[in-house]
Every structure is written in C-alpha cells, then in structure tokens.
C-alpha cells in the first residue's frame, strides 16, 4: 500500500471494502438505536452486536485489541470512552449512553461510534449530544485533499469552545484500514507549536470529538479502560470514519 509521510494511502477498492466495514458498523449503531431505552443494560447492547457480527459474517475490531475484552464500548453519563458492558448497568430515563464499535471485514476495520440519549433527556443534556454531533461534521467538512490535518482539529475545537464546552485531549482521532489505529493522530484541538501533515487523497480518517460539559480531564477507573471525566459530569462522543477523496470528504460509516 502507498504511503505519504507514514500514512497510508488506500485505493478505490480498498475504500470500498472500508466501505463495507463501515457500513455494516452503521447497521448495527441504527440496530442499537431502536433498543435503547430505560430498563436495557449495556451487556444487552453487547450481546445484540455480537449476534449481528455473527449474522454478517465479521468479527468484531475491539474484542481483544490490546486486551479489551468486548465488542462494544459502553460509556455511560460521566464515562467518556472505553466503558465496559455490564449486566448491571441498566440504563435508566436521563441518561446518555456512548456507544463506539468497530469491525473487520475482508482485513480492513471500520469505525464508528455514537451517543444516544435515553428516553427524555434535559435540555442541556440535548445540547451537549448536538454540539458534538455538528462538530463532528464541522471537522469532517474540512478533510479535503491539500488542507492542513489540523483544519479538522481547529474546526472542532473552534465549534465546541463556542458552547463552552470541553474538548477531551486525552484521546483523539485516527488513521484507520487494516489496522484500527494507524497514522496520523488526528486530535480534536490545535496542538501548539506543531505542524499537521497535508491531506492527501487515499487518507481514510476515523475522526471522533470527545466533548463534556465541564472539565476536559480524565481519570480512568480501576478496570483500567473506563475514562471518565474528573469532575464527573456528562460526556459524549460522536465518530465517523471518511475517506479523503478527489471530490471531498466520503463519509464511509453513514447510516
Ligand atoms: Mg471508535
Ligand atoms: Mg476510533
């Protein structure tokens, strides 16, 4: 595979087995979406995303990946990412639940990730979910062939900042293709002092705000996965995967 500056370049069948994988993610987020209410527990999201990998015939990218042990993750509330599924943690009316899933299919990971609210949610709680969606979007708008990688980076900061809310720097967004994580880091804020590569056609990118309501730090949790914020307040992610293509950014993981 072509490479430029260490990130690899995929071609048009590559970005269509990428496709594929992501789509097949979109499904099963649209499939947890319709099931998502109070009185679910987070393992029953993991066991109705196992069943669906089954049925597609794909396996899915977390179990295992550096030793996590599910196919979901499952951040509830205060959790940001990498939360376990739990038979014990039922998801009650208020709540947000993040939902991250990926896939490998015919070698090539898909990714993709989503935060639902819970029956009703309060206003602020809504605005939170919205704000991280559109900055999702609004760095996306920016992955175009010939721009800066920190574009992407500045949109979403710019956007979120305007709320007042939070922008997590503790994890940030990806190249993606055979492997789940490949170059280049792609964070959700500028980073001082630093110069991005230029966006080239073939990049496949899996760019993922972690946005919260109040501080930006993290702790995590004694199971060593669960990152949550330090102040404990709400938390949500939004991520799609997207191919840099000579007609713009490809949004490969749309439901
Ligand atoms: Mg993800
Ligand atoms: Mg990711």
Redesign the pocket.
Known sequence: MKKYRGIYLKNDKEIGLMREANRLVSVVLDMLGEVIKPGVSTMDLENIAIKACEDFGVKPAFKGYQGFPFALCCSVNEEIVHGFPSESRILEEGDIVSIDMGVIYKGFNG?SARTYPVGQVSEDTQKLLDVTRESLMRGIEQAKAGNNLYDISKAVQDYVESYEFGIVRRFV??GIGRNLHEKPEIPNFVPAGLPGVTLRTGMVL?I?PMVTQGTHEVEVLSDNWTAVTKDRKLSAHF?HTIAVTSEGPDILSRS
């Open positions: 990714d967004g990806h899996a993922e991520e």
